[in-house]
């Protein structure tokens, strides 16, 4: 794969942090990152920064610490190039604040104090006022339905049966060839279906795989936004855990930008759907 030559025309901001367990798990900036299916925490934490790398339109820096301390400024396209720094990535320079103005101060010449005003009568109390009559209690609301506990499936791993399916889809993706490795995906996920079903952990798992690979291609921004909704939706009714839910949802909302940038009425017909899924998935109205 190309690695970035041009270091300084990446921007000095954001450095994310990846920190690696010496239990293989993985961290950006804090955060927990959910191990894709079949990978680790460290390919799993670079597929992260590569999504973000793609939704920012341009190469990342990222700082990788390893379970010995040691720490790798490095610097992390879209396409999953991996550059590494000949040196600590750069310090931005501090950001210029100007200085609030400060009004000037105008002499006030002293005024005559004026003579105190007489004593006003002593207040009247109002007479009493009679008690409304008690309106009648508003009907209880209810509370929304308390988070269903995620079943152990999602972390079980893919059975040995398809191992070969999901190798073809890392080779074509190590690769290079994003095609090759959409298409795998699609025709894995095609058999997960049909011997699971469409909520199966497995199936829904391939499909996100789906979702995030056609967000490297960046080929049809409607349709990477139809195929991430899906996925959100598709989730959410599977129960599925829900930071990473809520991130395929984040995703969606900034493929709507690309799309309204290059096509915005394809992408008013399609914000009534993403304020569907939002609502389904958090009840709230898209950003």
Known sequence: MPVVTDLDSVPLTPVYTIVISAAGEATIEGEPVEPLPGQDGRTS??????????????????????????????????????????????????????????????????????????????????????????????????????????????HTPLPPHHADRFGRIVAAELRGDLVGAALAAREMEGALDREYGALHPHTVGVLGTRAWLALLLQEDWAAIMRLHLRTAERRHNAQAPVDETRRVLRNARAVWWRLAAVDRAEADEIQPELQRVSDLVEGVLPE
């Open 45 to 154: 934490a670079l597929a992260d920064i590569r999504v973000r790398a793609a939704r920012r339109g341009h190469p990342i820096r990222i700082i990788a610490k390893e379970p010995d301390g040691s720490a790798w400024p490095l610097i992390v396209d879209h396409d999953g190039a991996v550059t590494p720094m000949p040196g600590p990535h750069p310090t931005p320079p501090p950001a210029f604040v100007a200085p609030a103005p400060v009004a000037p101060v105008v002499p006030v010449a002293p005024q005559p104090v004026p003579a105190p005003a007489p004593m006003p009568p002593a207040p009247v109390a109002p007479a009493p006022i009679p008690a409304p009559a008690p309106a009648p209690a508003p009907a209880p609301v209810q509370a929304p339905p308390a988070p269903v506990q995620t079943s152990p499936d999602w």
